[in-house]
Antibody, heavy 124, light 108 residues
Framework: EVQLVESGGGLVQPGRSLRLSCRTSGFSFGTYAMAWVRQAPGKGLEWVGFIRLNSYGGTAECAASVKGRFTISRDDSKRIVYLEMNSLKSEDTALYYC???????????????WGQGTLVTVSS | EIVLTQSPGTLSLSPGERATVSCRASPSLSNNYLAWYQQKPGQAPRLLISAASIRATGIPDRFSGSGSATDFTLTISRLEPEDFAMYYCQQYGSSPFTFGPGTKVDIK
């Protein structure tokens, strides 16, 4: 059974940093890209970013709204994907989902498994 | 960036009725790279459909997807009580992978 379990959320002041973790099980982690999607309270879904397989360089791409502030990394030995969030703003307040992407080819991702999310609240 | 719009915003129907949710892409979407998700209150989204019309594993056949290029449709042939939820479309033709604003299907 595929499982994605996020952790690391909480209340943080504007301008501070936070690192989210997503522990995975039930699938061959090293053969999948991984991604993050967020949902502000009462709002819709927003793709945050993805990280490629290490065999494809392990590079990441992020949405324009978080580019330069958020970084995605992975540790295949631990089956964990991370979301490092810096210079947090109030508009980053959201439930952050770890998601497993599927792709027909290349960097074209939809998301077939979702964690339950971890809540990040940015407020003074 | 590909922008997705969904209509209607809310759909009020009774169990047993047919639900039709529209998703429009601008500009046009390549290869029909469009997915549909269902989200119930307090739960994570669940994948229903990929590639515009391919049901995900375990999804009942009352859910179907159709369309191409700019116009896509999610149809629920006969609403069951558990189908009342939010529905989102998502394009994966190009990054950033954008979602539609959602359609709420609620009980009339």
């Amino acid at each position: 059974e595929v499982q994605l379990v996020e952790s690391g959320g909480g209340l943080v002041q504007p301008g501070r940093s936070l690192r989210l973790s997503c522990r995975t099980s039930g699938f061959s982690f090293g053969t999948y890209a991984m991604a993050w999607v967020r949902q502000a309270p009462g709002k819709g879904l927003e793709w945050v970013g993805f990280i490629r397989l290490n065999s494809y360089g392990g590079t990441a791409e992020c949405a324009a709204s978080v580019k330069g502030r958020f970084t995605i990394s992975r540790d295949d030995s631990k089956r964990i994907v991370y979301l490092e969030m810096n210079s947090l703003k109030s508009e980053d307040t959201a439930l952050y989902y770890c998601v497993r992407p599927q792709s027909p080819n290349g960097d074209h991702y939809y998301f077939d498994y979702w964690g339950q999310g971890t809540l990040v609240t940015v407020s003074s | 960036e590909i922008v997705l719009t969904q209509s209607p915003g809310t759909l009020s129907l009774s169990p047993g009725e047919r639900a039709t949710v529209s998703c429009r892409a601008s500009p046009s979407l390549s290869n029909n790279y469009l997915a549909w998700y269902q989200q119930k209150p307090g739960q994570a989204p669940r994948l229903l459909i990929s590639a515009a019309s391919i049901r995900a594993t375990g999804i009942p056949d009352r859910f179907s997807g159709s369309g191409s290029a700019t116009d896509f449709t999610l149809t629920i042939s006969r609403l069951e009580p558990e189908d009342f939820a939010m529905y989102y479309c998502q394009q994966y033709g190009s990054s950033p992978f954008t979602f539609g604003p959602g359609t709420k299907v609620d009980i009339k």
